[in-house]
């Protein structure tokens, strides 16, 4: 089921996505054509991501490899195909630039952004020559784990290393001012996919309402849970960016920028698994294990992001524990990086 979802998340997105930024040039039939370019690459990416994911999960389910590895493959995929999308697109992008005849290049900083609105005449401001809003693919991988309060990563119950997680969704950033973009709002929605690998050959157990970490009764070649989240973060970003502009269109552009994000996010649970690799009588055991393992239902969180172009550092971490009615809370903490796609 979880593929099925992941799947038709990638099917909406090759609808829902349009242009990042709507723009009228001085020759409308080249930059159109221009557009349209950059629309067709963006949806041969994921169309080639879709294929490679249905490939790594049939290679699965006929046990060529194990889920641990296909997941790692699916988040090198969709890694390789983000950055292919950054690369193909950058190109048409120069093209466009070169066809509005004027850009800026004046990088703004945040101090100066509210004095360049004043340093203008109110005449220079026209609502109808600016977009606003932008349309971006959010992806993130990286190294998941959970903590108690006051627990180091050095103490915990979940392997560093083995412990990782994948993120893809979408997101709308808005400038909040009208004249100025040295601040916007990014919002949105992602499926979220955390992974935990328990240490000293261990594996959830649910009893009485309350679930714990035990021993497996035999040796594990892999013990793994993972948690399917839908949420929908919201982020105040802030940083310089270039303003373009030409005689009927400006935007502004964020490419080769740093910028820093601070947020949150709400969602659902949409469901849990537990699987379990180990051999019993010389033959070689594989079992996924479904159940709510009395885990949270709503999930919510703070997150953030800080680095330059497409390219940033990502931290989250969930304020609600994972399992209810615990002796002791634990929360899910993920750190590594994340790709935003015009």
């Not at 493959?73 to 292919?84: D, P, V």
């Not at 497409?310 to 931290?315: K, R």
Request: with cysteine; net charge negative.
């Amino acid at each position: 089921m979880k593929k099925n979802i992941f799947l038709m998340f990638l099917i909406f997105c090759s609808v829902v996505v349009n242009p990042a930024v709507a723009q009228e040039k001085t020759n409308p039939e080249k930059i159109e054509q221009l557009e349209k370019q950059k629309e067709q690459i963006i949806n041969e990416e994921k169309e080639a991501l879709k294929k490679e994911v249905e490939a790594i999960n049939r290679r699965a389910e006929a046990r060529e490899i194990d889920w641990e590895e296909a997941e790692k493959l699916k988040s090198e995929a969709a890694r390789k195909h983000a950055m292919n999308i950054q690369n193909r697109v950058a190109i048409i992008d120069n093209q466009i630039a070169l066809l509005t005849r004027e850009e800026t290049t004046d990088e703004w900083t945040w101090e100066d952004a509210d004095d360049e609105e004043d340093a203008h005449d109110d005449n220079w401001f026209d609502k109808s020559r600016y977009s606003r809003t932008s349309t971006h693919l959010i992806m993130a991988v990286g190294f998941n784990n959970a903590l108690s309060d006051g627990q180091s990563v050095n103490d915990s119950d979940f392997e560093v290393g083995g412990s990782r997680f994948f993120e893809i969704g979408m997101a709308w950033r808005t400038r909040v001012f009208e004249k100025s973009n040295f601040m916007r709002l990014r919002y949105g929605f992602s499926f979220q996919f955390n992974g935990l690998k328990p240490t000293d050959n261990r594996y959830f157990v649910e009893d009485e309402g309350e679930t714990r970490l035990e021993e497996f009764p035999l040796e594990l070649d892999k013990s793994k849970f993972r948690m399917d989240n839908l949420v929908f973060p919201v982020h105040f970003e802030f940083g310089p960016s270039k303003k373009v502009e030409s005689s009927r269109s400006v935007w502004f552009s964020t490419r080769n920028q740093f910028k820093i994000g601070l947020g949150g996010y709400a969602g659902i649970n949409l469901g849990e698994r537990q699987k379990l690799k180990y051999e019993e009588d010389g033959e070689k055991v594989k079992e996924k294990l479904k159940g709510d393992y009395n885990t949270n239902d709503f999930i919510y969180g703070l997150s953030g992001y800080m680095g330059f172009g497409g390219t940033a550092l990502y931290v989250k971490y969930d304020l609600n524990p994972i399992f209810k009615d615990q002796a002791t809370d634990l929360h899910n903490v993920s750190v590594g990086l994340r790709f935003d796609v015009n």
